[in-house]
Every structure is written in structure tokens, then in C-alpha cells.
């Protein structure tokens, strides 16, 4: 596996596999790889010829109280799991090759969708995604790109984006990895202790019951949410931020789970703030 960090050596490269005929995958991620990443990686290597991971903690989508600093790191590890699952190359640029000193052009949804969720406790975070997926795009100009439905608002935005600016890169949508006892596997659960890391498992066990519900034929929304509500509410040492149910393009409030209604929740579990959701009609 090749390791670059400037851009002009993931430039170069790619540039030699086109002219190869090669289809090029790319995985976006911020590092501290699990499982989930792994998958994304499993998927791009099924359908690309040369597979790309981005490892980089992109500050521009981390607000001014969050977890920029702490967030966890491990560029040896991350190489051995990327390159465990053949990958071929992983871009892992420093801060300056990413962003000059006045870098102040950025790519935002201007409509509701990046307020909504997220967005309200993370008003720039998308607007930060937007650009860093970009600046990504434009640098590697993949075929295709590999998201998680883990982050279900971001996969819908990247689509938004690559629509709303005719981006040529076809975005592959991948289901959520989760531990054996159901948690949603995230490198933010390594701050979890391990009170924290059992008290995590409302989230899951919410999303398996609101999952069970809907399958059930349950086509209310408001009931189907005070259910999962209810499971979150039981674990003391939980917090929400939101359980909603929204349209799964738009990211609006939805009465009725039809199928693609998305079913989302984000829970302060101590300080870790830790995200699940599941698609009425499961992911297509
Ligand atoms: P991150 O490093 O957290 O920014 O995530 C990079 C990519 O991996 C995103 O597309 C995530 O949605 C995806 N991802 C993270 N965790 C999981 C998971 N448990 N299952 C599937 N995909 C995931």
C-alpha cells in the first residue's frame, strides 16, 4: 500500500492508474479505524479497480466546543487495517497540506436540509464536510465514493452536493457495522468507560425496537418516537439531543414512516455524544 500525504503524489498516481484504464474508489475517513471503515473498504475493492482511503481529522467540520484535539488517532494501526482489507493507497495529509493559512472558501447546502438533526448542535459541521468531501473529490476525481449509513445526514448531504454541483462520482451508500451486542461501531466509543460503554446500548436497543415497530406495521410517527424515547430515557446516564424521524432526502420531519422515511437519533451518553438511526423499509 502506497502512503501519500500531499496531494500532488495522490494526483500523480491516480493520473498513471486512468491512464491504466482503472476505476478509482475512494473511502473519506477521519481515521481510528473499526470494522465499519473496513466495510466501506471491502465494498470499494469489490467494485474499483484501485481503492483510495483518505485518513485526515478535518478540523473544519469540529465546532469551536468540540472534540478536535481529543479525537482519536493511529496512523500505524489505521495502515494495517487498510491495508488488510487491500487497499491501495491512503492519502494522510497534514492540516497545512489541506488548508493554506487564509483558506476561506467553503461548499454549503444553503437550504434547510445541514440545519436539521446534527446541523442544530452542529451548525458547521456539514458546511466543513462539504468542503473537505470537495476538496477530496477534486484532488482524487474517483468513480466512486463510499459512505456509511452510520451517518445517515451526511451520506444524504454528499448526495445533494455531488448532484447540486455536478461532481462525476457515483456515491455507494454502505449499512451500519455494529459490535456483537448491538452498539454501532464509531471511533468516538473508545471514550466511553465501561459503565458508559453499557449504558450505550439504549441506543441500539431503541433503533432495534423502533426497527421491530415499524416492520410491525407501526406508520405513526409520533408513537414509533415516544417508544424509542421511552428505551433511551429508562438509561440514566443518557442524554438526548434528538430522536426524529425525517424524510430521507430532505432531511424534514416525516408524520408517517413510509419506506426511506429515516429514523435518526443523536445521545449524550456522559459526555460522548454518539449517533444511531435506522431507513423505514431498510437501506436500498
Ligand atoms: P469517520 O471516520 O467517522 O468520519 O467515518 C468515515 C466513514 O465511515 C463515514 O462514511 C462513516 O459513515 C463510515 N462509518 C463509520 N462508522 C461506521 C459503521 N459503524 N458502519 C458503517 N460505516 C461506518
Given at each position: 500500500m502506497i502512503a501519500a500525504s500531499t496531494i500532488q503524489e495522490v494526483r500523480e498516481q491516480v493520473a498513471q492508474w486512468k491512464r491504466a484504464g482503472l476505476t478509482v474508489g475512494l473511502v473519506p475517513t477521519m481515521g481510528y479505524l473499526h470494522e465499519g471503515h473496513a466495510s466501506l473498504v471491502d465494498k470499494a475493492r469489490e467494485m474499483c479497480g484501485k481503492v483510495i482511503a483518505s485518513d485526515f481529522v478535518n478540523?473544519?467540520?469540529?465546532?469551536?466546543?468540540?472534540?478536535l484535539e481529543a479525537y482519536p488517532r493511529d496512523f500505524d494501526r489505521d495502515c494495517a487495517l487498510l491495508e488488510a482489507h487491500g487497499c491501495d493507497l491512503v492519502f494522510h495529509p497534514s492540516v497545512e497540506e489541506m488548508y493554506?493559512?487564509?483558506?476561506?472558501t467553503y461548499v454549503e447546502i444553503l437550504d434547510e436540509m445541514p440545519k436539521q438533526l446534527c446541523g442544530k448542535t452542529r451548525p458547521i459541521h456539514f458546511r466543513g464536510v462539504c468542503t473537505v468531501v470537495s476538496k477530496l473529490f477534486n484532488i482524487v476525481q474517483p468513480d466512486y465514493a463510499f459512505f456509511g449509513q452510520k451517518d445517515a445526514q451526511q451520506l444524504a448531504i454528499i448526495r445533494r452536493m455531488v448532484r447540486d454541483l455536478s461532481f462525476g462520482v457515483q456515491i455507494v451508500a454502505c449499512p451500519i457495522v455494529r459490535e456483537s451486542d448491538g452498539l454501532a461501531k464509531s471511533s468516538?466509543?473508545?471514550?466511553?468507560?465501561p459503565e458508559e460503554r453499557q449504558a450505550a446500548l439504549c441506543l441500539s436497543k431503541a433503533v432495534f425496537a423502533g426497527q421491530a415497530a415499524a416492520e410491525e406495521g407501526q406508520r405513526d410517527a409520533k408513537a414509533l418516537l415516544k417508544l424509542m424515547t421511552g428505551i433511551i430515557e429508562a438509561e440514566p446516564l443518557a442524554r438526548i439531543d434528538y430522536v426524529s424521524a425525517v424524510d430521507g432526502e430532505t432531511m424534514l420531519p416525516a408524520d408517517e414512516l413510509t419506506d426511506g422515511v429515516l429514523v435518526a437519533m443523536a445521545v449524550y451518553i456522559g459526555k460522548t455524544r454518539l449517533i444511531d438511526n435506522f431507513i423505514v423499509g431498510g437501506l436500498k
Open positions: 478540523p473544519t467540520q469540529f465546532g469551536p466546543n468540540e472534540d493554506a493559512p487564509n483558506a476561506a468516538r466509543n473508545t471514550y466511553l468507560n
